[in-house]
């Protein structure tokens, strides 16, 4: 393999290149509310995804409340409780994880990082965000209407989504369909942006691979999102319609409440089909951005290049490409053939490679680093560790016999809960805390959040490391009450109470968090224009916060890759990626030596 | 789900290869001179709006693999029953095809400034495709009036549903292409029009061949 090399000595001035001429609005309306600046649009997403997953949280402690204090609250009967259930996951997975990693990092940071003016379509970005605002209000109406909310669970499994009897099996599941459809629709919008921005968008010499980690990881993760939503799309549409018309895509002849229903042959596994198709690459939806963004916290904080940026790369491109073939692993139970097990159950494998891969790079890129334990690398160090333990009990699931016993218990809901809730919402908050000061020139407070790190970081193994055990014993998810049972021992009702005060105690440290956010608004440290001596684009910019236009009169043009830090013979210990070659300090050796 | 199993693998393929070239032969950590690298406007030497306009394409092929795939899963259950297909299906195809011909022909004449060409084939375009939209309904209302099978049947259902999806993106084109005529007839900006024109042939002959996969997957399971 040849390496391509080039003259490194010879400065270049920026070229003026043609610029996008871009919307300035005038009224305070124009520039806030009907905004088509990226970055006002990123905090809409943000602040939107955040209020809808606060909705959420207190939902699941809600849910903990029955299962550790069964027959305490009145409020809480067997459809309400299976409302919270469906609710909590859709909101979390779809309108928080997806909508915050994509709608507001994706809109903060493509656009900054790559060297961008704005989106390459700031008006139907605009649209995405007011899309995703219906698709939320139209989700959140659900609790008012006649039967409320549906509670199918996440998954939505018909026949019983749409069968009376199911909570919501009225209004609930239609307000459901609906609001994924127009969810659907709206981030179809806002991810055209997002991969024509980063395809052509990128200002002067910012190569592909020169491209911040987090960007590889939000654009591999909207290429998945715009490939895989078409199959919700259509299972909604088609599950809307047997609802409504009467159409069998779906529901088979059956009898409801004594009465034959009109239809007949359906196929429920289609359903499943089509929602894990989407279903499985959503998991890389929400784990790339992660994987991206603690990539770079990892590489800052630790003063050090990321190890095998290349690696980490293909490995992102190795892992959207292997998403889409084991839709099935979750499955299992549902009477596959066998060889088609034995297939989904390799390809589950294979994907855990480049996976691991990327944990060895962080781990390497901390090794004999300069470690600076800020709260986002808390954060960071956090999700690999809780990553790594959701993706060991992956190793245990995604094999067909170990599955079987296993399918359908707490041990399922522990292991996703690990893997790519828990981890993912450290990184969000490892990546609030970086990147708030570039939008809103403060720092967040430093003690609150180390309080609210270590609180929720040991809170949540004490929420979840018990929880496998109780799934070992066969206590089921989803289940409203345990009583009576014989193979549930008084013991796992004793590790639910331990459970549900933990939980509640996760929940409570995240208002500390809400606080620190708008104490930090008013009260918190300036931050200047680069706190964490980071080389990216998004910290070279000339105002913080940046304004309408990023970067001032003229873009700036791009030298070298992203993690140039601790250069040996460098006068700072970072680079930033706009330094020209020749005011730099010659590099030339040291960094060949390194490839 | 063979079938979206294939395309999306396809797909999947040609985008992590094309990413893969780009990246192969790359030294990152080498600092070079911004004027060797990356062109100021964009990685494609397109402009913007086409390379959006293929992510789109890409995001329907998507919507219409799964569609198919469910069609032939949905097929094997017992309560499906095969219909006679209804004979406009044929005219609806050649006059798509027609539709298809005219924007190839306005794209040619705006490419060489021909204002007037343009602006015929523009029309023409415009009017087959109606006409095909007219033909798609008058096909439903056939199977209606034909009386062979109930609305509740999956074949009848899923053949309202594909056409229907494949109508809708055809509609969703038209509105730029009537502000393309509307654009072209008021003579403004040759350059817009010339773009509008490159956007809407490529998107004809897209939907064009979709529909062509349609009726090849309705052919072969109906009589």
């Known amino acids: 393999m040849t390496y391509v090399t080039h003259d490194e000595s010879a400065f270049v001035p920026p070229v003026e290149v043609d610029e996008p001429e871009l919307y300035h609005a005038k009224t305070w309306i124009g520039k806030y509310v009907w905004s088509q600046d990226a970055k006002v649009i990123a905090v809409q997403y943000s602040l939107t995804a955040i209020f809808v997953g606060l909705v959420a949280l207190v939902l699941s402690g809600l849910m903990r409340l029955q299962l550790g204090f069964p027959h305490t609250f009145q409020f809480i009967n067997p459809s309400s409780y299976l409302q919270f259930v469906t609710m909590h996951g859709m909101i979390m997975v779809i309108y928080l994880l997806t909508a915050l990693f994509l709608g507001g990092f994706g809109n903060y940071l493509i656009p900054l990082m790559v060297g961008a003016r704005d989106m390459v379509f700031p008006y139907v970005n605009m649209v995405s965000y007011w899309v995703y605002l219906f698709a939320v209000l139209l989700l959140l109406a659900s609790f008012f209407v006649p039967g409320g909310p549906t509670g199918a669970g996440w998954t939505l499994y018909p026949p019983q989504a749409i069968l009376s009897g199911t909570p919501g099996a009225n209004w609930g599941i239609i307000l459901m369909l609906v609001s994924l459809a127009f969810f659907i629709i709206g981030f179809t919008m806002g991810g055209l942006n997002y991969v024509v921005t980063v395809l052509q968008g990128r200002t002067r010499g910012m190569t592909l691979m020169r491209l911040p980690l987090t960007v590889w990881g939000i654009f591999m993760a909207t290429v998945l999102a715009l490939l895989a939503f078409p199959a919700l799309f259509v299972s909604a549409i088609m599950m809307t319609l047997d609802h409504l018309l009467g159409t069998s895509f779906f529901m088979p002849a059956l009898v409801s409440q004594g009465k034959g229903l009109e239809h007949s042959g359906g196929s429920p596994v289609l359903f499943q089909h089509l929602f894990w198709f989407f279903g499985h690459p959503e998991v890389y939806i929400v784990a790339l951005p992660a994987f991206g963004i603690v990539s770079d916290l990892i590489s800052i904080n630790a003063r050090r290049n990321i190890f095998g940026y290349r690696m980490m790369v293909w490995a992102i491109l190795a892992i959207g490409g292997l998403s889409f073939i084991v839709w099935a692993h979750h499955m299992y139970v549902s009477g596959m053939n066998p060889y088609f097990g034995f297939f989904f159950a390799t390809t589950t494998l294979i994907i855990a490679v480049p996976t691991a891969l990327k944990v060895y790079n962080w781990v390497l890129t901390l090794w004999r680093g300069d470690i600076h334990l800020t709260v986002p690398m808390l954060f960071a160090i956090g999700f690999v560790f809780t990553f790594v333990n959701g993706g060991l009990t992956g190793l245990f699931l995604g094999n067909v016999p170990v599955d079987l016993p296993l399918s359908d218990t707490m041990f399922v809901v522990a292991h996703f809960h690990m893997v790519m809730a828990v981890s993912p919402i450290l990184v969000v908050f490892g990546a609030i805390y970086h990147w708030y000061p570039k939008v809103t020139g403060r720092m967040l407070n430093d003690t609150m959040g180390r309080w609210h790190f270590w609180i929720t970081f040991v809170g949540t193994y004490c929420i979840y490391y018990p929880m496998h055990y109780l799934g070992i014993l066969g206590v089921p998810r989803r289940y409203y009450a345990i009583e009576g049972t014989d193979f549930i021992p008084q013991s796992a009702h004793s590790v639910n109470v331990g459970i549900t005060v933990a939980a509640l105690i996760v929940a409570a440290v995240q208002i500390l968090f809400l606080y620190n956010l708008v104490w930090s608004y008013f009260r918190g440290k300036p931050s200047g224009g680069n706190p964490w001596r980071a080389t990216t684009l998004e910290w070279q910019t000339p105002e913080t916060p940046p304004k309408h236009g990023n970067f001032g009169p003229t873009l700036p043009a791009v030298y070298r890759w992203a993690y140039d830090y601790s250069v040996p013979g460098a006068a700072e210990d970072f680079i930033p990626q706009n330094q020209p070659p020749a005011k730099a300090a010659p590099i030339t050796p040291a960094a060949r030596a390194r490839a | ?223």
């Open chain 2, 1 to 223: 789900m063979t079938t979206a199993l294939v395309v999306l693998s396809v797909i999947m393929a040609i985008i992590v290869g094309w990413l893969w070239r780009r990246t192969v032969n790359v030294a990152p950590w080498t600092a070079q001179r911004a004027g060797d690298a990356a062109p100021g406007n964009g990685e494609l030497q397109m402009p913007s709006v086409q390379v959006g306009l293929v992510v789109f394409m890409t995001v329907a092929t998507s919507l219409f693999a799964l569609l198919i795939s469910a069609y032939y899963m949905r097929m094997v259950e017992t309560d499906w029953t095969n219909f006679a297909l209804p004979r406009v299906l044929w005219i609806n195809s050649g006059v798509l095809v027609l539709a298809s011909a005219a924007m190839h022909m306005t794209r040619t004449a705006a490419r060489h400034g021909n204002l007037d060409a343009t602006r015929t084939g523009l029309i023409a375009s415009g009017a087959f495709s109606f006409a095909f939209l007219g033909g798609q309904v008058w096909a439903w209302q056939q199977l209606r009036a034909s009386g062979e099978l109930a609305p509740a049947n999956p074949a009848y259902a899923f053949f309202i549903l594909l056409t229907a999806v494949h109508g809708l993106h055809l509609i969703g084109g038209m509105w730029v292409l009537v502000r393309a005529t509307y654009r072209a007839m008021r003579g403004v900006d040759p350059k817009r029009v010339r773009l509008s024109v490159e956007l809407c042939t490529l998107y004809w002959h897209y939907l064009l061949l979709v529909w062509a996969a349609l009726f090849f997957v309705l052919l072969n399971t109906h009589r």
